[in-house]
């Protein structure tokens, strides 16, 4: 990375191809940020890297060889790195087969894991930084037919809470993000309008409502840390 480039504040949002993390890397961008879009449907990741000027790097978060591969081109130290990869789906416990539980863990837990774990040293080197790690109120809230997805969301939570311990007196800091159900693509194959345990489309929050949470969380002056921002539908 070039003096030049590293004159401007980067970041890391992961899983920017999907609803949540295109809209926070559009905004980081809009702040003067340096966006690194990290996701698996390259065509789309470099499409949204053309678009909001950053680059884009091609990797799966739950696999670990990729995500240091995605540390070299990078190259440290990062200012912000949001942890938005993600899946989302539902079923009754009965029918929460293990192959699904995995695929809720490795994507919503592991994932976050292993990036923060690759790009964190970079931040303790300098003393500074921020990790933005995408939750849900499916992390602190039991809904029917959410097994997999809260125990994953649950999980991130504890991730968290040891993480915000460890960085303590670092100059490091982290913030857990919990909004409430987001309109994105990810409810298609659901049609939540026609389950009435289900929120409506139309009251849900919308991403760029989480995105200009991350913005304000990551706008604080390196002395303020906001450790849980929960957000909900008024």
């Known amino acids: 990375m070039s003096e030049v480039s590293r004159a ?137 037919e959410n097994a997999a997805y809260s125990a994953s969301k649950f999980a991130l939570r504890g991730f968290h809470e040891v993480l915000l311990e460890e960085l303590r007196g670092t100059g490091v800091r982290a913030c857990l993000l919990e909004p409430g159900a987001v309109d994105t693509p990810i409810w298609d194959p659901i049609d939540p309008d026609a389950a009435p345990h289900l929120p409506d489309r139309a009251l849900m929050l919308r991403p760029d409502d989480v995105a200009r949470a991350v913005g304000f969380v990551a706008g604080l002056s390196p002395t303020v840390t906001v450790p849980l921002l929960r957000i909900e539908r008024a």
């Open 8 to 144: 401007r504040r980067t970041a890391l949002v992961t899983g920017a191809t999907g609803g949540i993390g295109e809209a926070v890397a559009r905004s980081l961008a809009n702040d003067g940020f340096r966006v690194f879009v990290g996701g698996r449907r390259v065509a789309a990741l470099n499409r949204l890297a053309e678009e909001v000027g950053g680059e884009a790097v091609p990797f799966d978060v739950a696999k670990e060889d990729e995500v240091e591969w995605a540390r070299a081109v990078v190259k440290d130290p990062l200012d912000v790195i949001v942890n938005a990869a993600g899946v989302f789906g539902l079923a009754a416990v009965t029918d929460t087969d293990a192959a699904m539980l995995e695929r809720n863990l490795r994507a919503n837990l592991v994932g976050a894991v292993n990036v923060t774990r690759a790009f964190l040293p970079g931040m303790l080197a300098t003393g500074s930084g921020l990790v933005i790690n995408v939750g849900s109120v499916a992390g602190w809230r039991a809904f029917p």
